[in-house]
C-alpha cells in the first residue's frame, strides 16, 4: 500500500502544481479585470476558449463564476497546504487533501451537470474539464488514506492511551 500512495501523491502532486498556476493566471481572468493580466495571459485565454468552444469561459454564467471564486478562495490555498504536505511528509495532508477532494468533486458535478445538461459542450471540451473529476475522486481516496504505517505521536509520545500507575 505505502507505494501505491506515493504513486498518488506524485500524480497528485503534478496536479496540485498544474492548478497552483493555472489558477490565479487564467481562471482568475474570469473574476478580475482583463486589464490586471498580461497580455499573453489573456490571449491563452482566448484562444484556449475558441479552440475548445468553451462557453462557460466566454459567456461567464453566474455559478461559474462562483465556481470560479471557490477555486481562488477555497481550492487554491487548499493546493498550496497539499503542496507542502506531500513535499514535508506531513501527517495532516490526508486531511486536507479529503477536504480538496471533496470541494472539488461537488463543483465539477454541477459543473459536468452544465455542460452534458446544456448539449452545448462539445466532446473535446467534455474530455477537458472531465480529469478534473478523476482528480477530486483521487484528491477524496488519497484523504481516507493515513499517512504511513508509523504510530501517530503527540509531540515526543506515542499518542496510544497508556495504562496509568497506581
Known amino acids: 500500500m505505502g507505494i501505491l500512495c506515493k504513486v498518488v501523491d506524485m500524480l497528485l502532486l503534478v496536479a496540485f502544481m498544474a492548478m497552483l498556476v493555472a489558477g490565479p493566471l487564467i481562471d482568475a481572468q474570469l473574476v478580475l479585470p482583463e486589464a490586471t493580466f498580461p497580455e499573453v495571459l489573456v490571449r491563452l485565454k482566448q484562444q484556449y476558449a475558441e479552440e475548445y468552444q468553451d462557453y462557460l469561459m466566454v459567456e461567464k454564467p453566474h455559478f461559474f463564476v462562483a465556481l470560479v471564486w471557490l477555486e481562488l478562495i477555497f481550492q487554491w490555498p487548499l ?88
Not at 452544465?114 to 448539449?119: D, I, K, V
Request: aromatic share 8%; glycine share 10%; net charge positive.
Open 79 to 166: 493546493v498550496l497546504l497539499n503542496i507542502y504536505g506531500i513535499l514535508a511528509s506531513k501527517h495532516w495532508f490526508h486531511t486536507t487533501c479529503l477536504i480538496y477532494g471533496a470541494s472539488v468533486i461537488t463543483a465539477m458535478t454541477a459543473l459536468l451537470g452544465e455542460l452534458m445538461g446544456s448539449q452545448k459542450a462539445s466532446d473535446k471540451l467534455l474530455t477537458v474539464y472531465s480529469p478534473f473529476m478523476g482528480l477530486g475522486v483521487l484528491a477524496f481516496l488519497r484523504g481516507l488514506v493515513p499517512n504511513s504505517g508509523k504510530a501517530q505521536t503527540i509531540g515526543k509520545r506515542p499518542a496510544m492511551a497508556r495504562e496509568k500507575r497506581a
